[in-house]
């Protein structure tokens, strides 16, 4: 098993904007990623960045996404396609480290 490693490029500070890049020992994969532009649905804590009516800053904490065995039987027909199951894991877990929520960086505020 190699390394796998994913990365959300986005252009400046808004994360809303931006796609997936997913690579194997640091060779890019030819996939088609199912979210491509949206966050990939791992589960973690995020932070959701809004203002109050004096606007001052507000950020919100809060558990998202799909753990990682519910996160492999959605993609499961997606990740058959790149690797072997037994580097599943290790794709969701590329994914996870790098997941986002939209709101969590405030550029579109």
Not at 15 to 35: Q, S
Not at 45 to 68: M, P
Request: aromatic share 18%; charged share 30%.
């Amino acid at each position: 098993m190699g390394k796998w490693e994913a990365r959300w490029n986005h252009d400046g500070i808004c994360l809303c904007v931006g796609f997936w890049e997913l690579f194997h020992d640091g060779a890019k994969v030819d996939t088609k990623i199912p979210f491509a532009t949206e966050p990939a649905g791992t589960y973690g804590d995020y932070e959701e960045w809004t203002f109050d009516e004096n606007w001052n800053d507000i950020w919100d904490s809060y558990e998202d996404g799909l753990d990682r065995s519910e996160w492999i039987a959605t993609y499961s027909d997606w990740l058959k396609t790149i690797a072997p199951e037994s580097e599943w894991q290790a794709i969701y877990d590329a994914f996870s480290s790098e997941d986002w929520r939209p709101g969590s960086c405030g550029a579109c505020i």
